[in-house]
């Protein structure tokens, strides 16, 4: 008997979720945010399926090579830019887009001697204090870029907000004006490009779109936000992860179930088994309660989650038997919710969907 757990990846959805950003963003060009696998679904089915998409963008080299190495033509930024000089000549052969962000980086373009890079964006820190020049160091980067014959001019405008889910912190407003003064004071004219939305902000922040906006966890279907549902936002969601009951045992009242034994079943009960578990990336700390579909139908987990499999209290549901179909997120069940219960973000129980799933494009 081979084992059901597989994440089913629904390539008309993501489809979908990208025209949702598109009309979100007006008239800004999209670069999809497909990092981490494309968020633990899949980086090459992703990207292909991706393809009205304007640009993509990757966290790494290694990723960006993967594209180029399956045919990708389109535009590649890469998020983190780059530390070694070895790294430049890669960049400039599979034509890759940069973000700067350091003056180390600054440095190694002045030392670099080969073809051109394509693209650059410079990233300001307006707030988020992650990566970024600070503000006061911009016009003295601008000035050292606009010497190195490899980077080519006009250099775009970038940055990153820090809050932009909360829809009322006036932090994302004080980001934006700096970022937008910061322009100002060194272009004087209004023709620069510039880039700042995530998914909260083509959604909850109209003034940060500028000229490309950056979806990530949108186009996977997942909300950014904790107040309001994928669905209020018209996303649908990308993956199913799902399995099956993989045995059903009748437990006395007092029982204690799984490790630790830290739940007791207050009565004569079905406890049903099913083939997921933190070794498949369902989450360790999901706690007692965390819904879970068996047939389609919600019950409660049980019991702590173990490597390869968890528990569920099947006492609403007498007619299930071995084999029945099970969801531990996705259609039917958005994936913000079992976020919630293990006290994480739909973000990290995506990406960390194990190599040991198996994956199901349709
Ligand atoms: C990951 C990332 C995004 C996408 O963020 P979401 O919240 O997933 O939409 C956008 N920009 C940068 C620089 C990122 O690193």
Redesign the pocket.
């Known amino acids: 008997m081979t084992r059901a757990t597989r994440a089913i990846i629904h390539l008309s959805a993501l489809q979908h979720n990208l025209r949702i950003a598109q009309q979100s963003a007006g008239k800004a060009k999209v670069m999809a945010?497909i990092?981490a696998n494309a968020y633990g679904h899949g980086l090459i089915p992703v990207a292909n399926a991706l393809d009205n998409a304007d640009a993509f963008?990757v966290a790494t080299l290694a990723e960006a090579i993967q594209l180029r190495h399956a045919g990708i033509r389109k535009p590649i930024t890469l998020?983190e830019g780059f530390t070694r000089q070895e790294e430049l000549p890669v960049i400039a052969q599979q034509q890759l887009d940069v973000v700067i962000h350091h003056s180390l980086q600054v440095t190694l373009l002045e030392q670099y001697q080969g073809k051109p890079i394509p693209l650059t964006w410079v990233k300001i820190d307006t707030g988020m204090h992650r990566l970024g020049f600070n503000p006061a160091d911009v016009a003295e980067m601008r000035a050292r870029l606009s010497r190195v014959q490899v980077v080519q001019q006009p250099l775009r405008w970038f940055t990153?907000l820090a809050n932009a889910d909360e829809r009322t912190d006036q932090s994302t407003v004080t980001q934006l004006a700096v970022f937008h003064s910061t322009l100002q004071a060194l272009t004087k004219d209004a023709t620069v490009i510039t880039s700042v939305a995530?998914?909260?902000g083509i959604l909850a922040w109209p003034a940060s779109h500028g000229d490309w906006v950056?979806?990530?966890?949108?186009l996977y279907g997942v909300s950014?936000f904790t107040d309001s549902s994928a669905a209020t936002h018209n996303l649908k969601p990308v993956m199913t992860l799902q399995s099956s009951v993989l045995a059903i045992n009748q437990r006395r009242r007092g029982d204690r179930i799984g490790y630790g034994g830290s739940y007791v079943c207050p009565e004569d009960m079905a406890v049903g088994v099913v083939a997921i578990g933190y070794g498949d990336g369902y989450p360790r700390h999901a706690k007692a309660g965390t819904p879970v579909l068996v047939n389609g139908q919600r019950v409660p987990l049980i019991g702590r989650v173990s490597m390869d499999m968890i528990m569920v209290d099947l006492r609403s549901q007498p007619q299930a038997n071995i084999g029945d179909p099970v969801v531990l997120w996705g259609q039917g069940l958005a994936v913000e919710e079992i976020a919630r219960s293990a006290d994480t973000i739909g973000?990290q129980l995506l990406c960390g969907v194990t190599t040991r799933v198996p994956y199901e494009y349709i």
């Open positions: 945010i990092k963008g998020l990153h995530n998914s909260a950056r979806p990530g966890i949108m950014p973000y």
